[in-house]
């Protein structure tokens, strides 16, 4: 079972693991990747434990926002795999 | 003691859980499954702790600081940034300040001084001049991640060393919580009555559950201090904040909660009293639940088992989980505290009456089974899970045991108090405390004398030498009159 359903907007870019991120109560952290937000994937899962989050998003929001990214590309590569 | 065997039956550090974060303090980045004492002569004074999301702030009986932990935030307060400490460390930069309280949240810090030995060591007149009458205590000072402006420092920046709040600089704050994004702030009362403007409580950081009680609707987030609404005629005694809760325990026994709603109810963003006849002394907060304990040391728990973490799905999904009544008979009595704010705590897609949704929360709130009368004397709480401290020296914990927090030597979870050894015999006048972080635990253990620590003030006319326990021998001993100190020239570190 999920353990929460948490927004989008609620979680943190982290540059290090190029992910967004939310705190897991192990006390590591809930993440999910951009490539996963694009492909409509709504499981962010922790490293450490067994618990998985709901992220509550708009699919739409991360494909523009890829679209844009190819637009300007070269200054700021995202991570694209 | 006499025994000659071993003293640390009686002191000692124990911690247990998540690890790899170096929080437990072991040196080694491993979970610990039992409770594994820690062999740190830097321990050895170490008289309080407060636990995070995976750091731990450690205050000594001489007013000093320790942290260990992860630090990635600058939440360690040692001025840099580092993914983790293995060893307790000094913070130094506290070193003119007399720590007398610490909050960890999820990744920042918050210590309270109760005095400045740098402005007070200037005359022994000035020393003398501290009231206690005024009950001075000095400042909050905030330390690592500031992203939801939960430092309190006006911005969004994060702070790798603490940094005083310079909204309290002239006020008596006696403590400090912090909470995921949040952080809360208890200020001395002055006040009683019903004309009491009862303004103690400040709230800064994510406020999007409600949990900064600032009574606006939906405000993502404050980053200077606000006053919590909702408390007029109420002095508060206790703070607590976990997660994206907040709560407050009044000296008359009254239990407020704001924040994040606990399973199957609303958030409240203004501080909600618990409706109950008990006399409650202590709560603590999960990131799920609470658990409040009545001056009768009985424990009751608010929000149960949380789907997705405790409890077989069946069991959880049920609104009418665990029903239980605090009436003795049938007949209904009065609640202490007003009910009036009801009307902001409608339950989701039901036509509940406000009286309905009183009884409902009530029934919400649970004992904790399986205490048999046993007296609880302290209680403790992780983001998943749960201790209880019973006034015969019995450690007792259920909740989410995956990392080992629970110190059983596995980890299963338990869905109900079952006993923790902490693998020696305690002396019955030893006295335990129990400390949760979010996915990891520590006890504290002391004797039954408490260390007392010498210290030396340097002023300009003398040396004076006091014994201090805490900091109200320390208001003990400072005389007469009420201004407290002004730190003018003083800007913070
Ligand atoms: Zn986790």
Redesign the pocket.
Same mark, same amino acid.
Do not use: I, K, T, V
């Given at each position: 079972m999920s353990y929460d359903d948490v927004e989008i907007e609620d979680m943190e870019w982290n540059e290090e693991l190029q992910a967004y991120t939310y705190p @897991?109560? !192990?006390?590591?952290?809930?993440q999910i990747t951009k490539e996963d937000l694009k492909l409509g994937e709504e499981i962010a899962r @922790?490293?450490? !434990?067994?618990?998985y989050i709901t992220v509550i998003y708009n699919i739409e929001d991360f494909l523009a926002d890829s679209d844009k990214n190819r637009q300007n590309k070269g200054l700021q590569p995202v991570a694209v795999a | 003691m006499e025994e000659g065997e071993k003293d640390e039956s009686e002191g000692g550090v124990w911690s247990w859980g998540?690890g790899t974060d170096g929080q437990l303090g072991t040196t080694i980045l491993e979970d610990e499954h039992f409770p594994k004492l820690l062999h740190q002569p830097l321990l050895s004074s170490v008289s309080s702790l407060a636990c995070g999301g995976a750091h731990v702030i450690a205050l000594t009986s001489a007013g000093k600081v320790l942290s260990w932990g992860r630090g990635n935030s600058g939440q360690l307060g040692h001025g840099e940034v580092v993914s983790n400490a293995l060893y307790p460390k000094a913070l130094t930069s506290l070193d003119d300040s007399f720590i007398t309280h610490v909050a960890a949240g999820w990744s920042h810090s918050a210590f309270v001084s109760g005095l400045d030995f740098s402005a007070v060591s200037l005359s022994a007149v000035f020393l003398k001049r501290i009231s206690v009458e005024s009950d001075y205590t000095g400042c909050v000072f905030t330390c690592g991640d500031g992203s939801f402006g939960q430092l309190g420092h006006g911005d969004y920046a994060s702070h790798s060393s603490p940094v005083k709040v310079s909204c309290f600089i002239d006020q008596h704050v006696a403590k400090v919580a912090c909470g995921m994004r949040h952080s809360l702030v208890l200020l001395k009362g002055h006040c009683s009555g019903a004309d009491c403007p009862g303004n103690q409580v400040y709230g800064f950081g994510s406020g999007k559950r409600g949990q900064l009680g600032v009574n606006i609707d939906r405000v993502k987030s404050v980053n200077v201090p606000r006053l919590v609404s909702g408390f007029e005629g109420e002095e508060i005694v206790e703070i607590a904040a976990n997660g994206d809760h907040s709560a407050a325990v009044s000296v008359d026994g009254h239990v407020y909660t704001w924040g994040r709603g606990f399973k199957g109810f609303d958030d409240a963003h203004t501080p909600q009293c618990l409706n109950s006849t008990l006399n409650f002394t202590k709560i603590a907060l999960g990131w799920n639940h609470a658990l409040t304990m009545s001056g009768e040391g009985e424990v009751y728990m608010l929000g149960g088992n949380h789907p997705g973490v405790l409890g077989d799905p069946q069991n959880t999904k049920s609104e009418k989980h665990l029903p239980f009544s605090m009436h003795s008979g049938d007949q209904k009595r009065q609640p202490k505290c007003r009910t009036n704010r009801l009307r902001e705590f409608v339950k989701k897609d039901s036509n509940m009456t406000a009286l309905e949704f009183e009884d409902f929360r009530e029934a919400n709130l649970e004992k904790v089974p399986g205490l048999d009368g046993m007296k609880i004397t302290d209680i403790a709480s992780g983001a998943e899970h749960s201790f209880l401290f019973s006034e015969h020296g019995e450690i007792k914990t259920w909740g989410w045991g995956?990392?080992g927090q629970l110190g059983l030597g596995n980890t299963s979870d338990q869905i109900s108090p079952v006993t923790v050894s902490l693998g020696y015999d305690l002396n019955e006048a030893a006295s335990i405390r129990v400390f949760c972080g979010s996915?990891f635990t520590f006890a504290l253990g002391s004797g039954s004398e408490l260390p007392v620590a010498v210290y030396r003030m340097e002023s300009q006319e003398s040396s004076t030498y006091f014994g201090i326990h805490d900091a109200l021998c320390w208001k003990a001993m400072c005389s007469a009159p009420k201004a407290p100190p002004k730190f003018d020239n003083y800007e913070g570190m």
């Open positions: @897991c109560p !192990c006390g590591d952290l809930f @922790c490293p450490s !434990c067994s618990l | 998540a995956e990392h996915g």
